[in-house]
């Protein structure tokens, strides 16, 4: 089971790493302002990182090894998107002043590009943290 020191480290990396792509590129692709776009992005980050914290804690219980295999990844991220999805709707249609499909259509652009940067990134972090901590062991 990882720590909560250790999710807290992936949450900020995931999300400071994921708003530098997504809001200059959001930006450009649907004609938004940066400024309310980055505010939007920045709002959905913070309530991404809250359900971060929850869902990959819940998801370590059910999964509680560091190897996973590429299924149970893309479990891990799909749920993480689906969850956030339904609970942001409401609030991308509210602050760009759009109806509920085209919010819908932008969430899920956001969705996807998150669901395979989750997918890259999570690996990446848990062969990361793999490495540190057998050399941390080999002391």
Known sequence: MRSWRERLTHMVLFEALGLAIVIPA????TGH????????AVGLASAAMLWNLIWNRLFDS???TRRRSVWQRI???????????????????WWLQIGLVEAFWLDLGFMLFFLCYALVFNTAFDRIMHRRLTRERCR
Not at 26 to 29: A, Q
Not at 75 to 93: C, D, H, K, R, S
Request: net charge negative.
């Open 26 to 29: 959001s930006s450009v692709l």
């Open 33 to 40: 302002d940066s400024g309310a776009i980055g505010v939007l």
């Open 62 to 64: 059910w999964v509680p």
């Open 75 to 93: 479990a891990q991220a799909g749920g993480f998107e689906l969850g956030l999805l339904i609970m942001t709707l409401p609030a991308v249609a």
